[in-house]
């Protein structure tokens, strides 16, 4: 089986909210599509987690020390040392 992707859970989780909204499914589909959400949601979240720990730049200061800084796309702009 192939590796989950953020992209590809995204991508299902949508369908699957279609489909619950569409109306068209029994009680006991729209629980089993429910059930499925909800694991892709959380593993959309680990994903996310994941990243905003990984997304922590570490920077050299003029010392040449390397401080961690949290990433955040104004300073990111900003900011020519990586």
């Known amino acids: 089986m192939a ?3 953020f992209e ?3 991508k299902r989780l949508e369908t699957i909210v279609q489909e619950i909204e569409s109306g068209d ?3 006991d589909e729209a629980l089993k599509k429910f059930q499925e959400g ?3 949601s959380k593993f959309c979240s680990n994903k ?3 990243t ?8 050299k200061d003029e010392e040449g020390n390397v401080r961690e800084k ?4 104004e300073s990111s702009e900003n ?3 990586v």
């Open 3 to 5: 590796k989950q992707t």
């Open 8 to 10: 590809n859970a995204m």
């Open 25 to 27: 499914l029994t009680l």
């Open 38 to 40: 909800v694991k892709l």
């Open 48 to 50: 996310l987690d994941e």
């Open 52 to 59: 905003e720990k990984k997304v922590s730049i570490l920077l």
């Open 70 to 73: 949290p990433f955040s796309p």
């Open 79 to 81: 900011d020519d040392t």
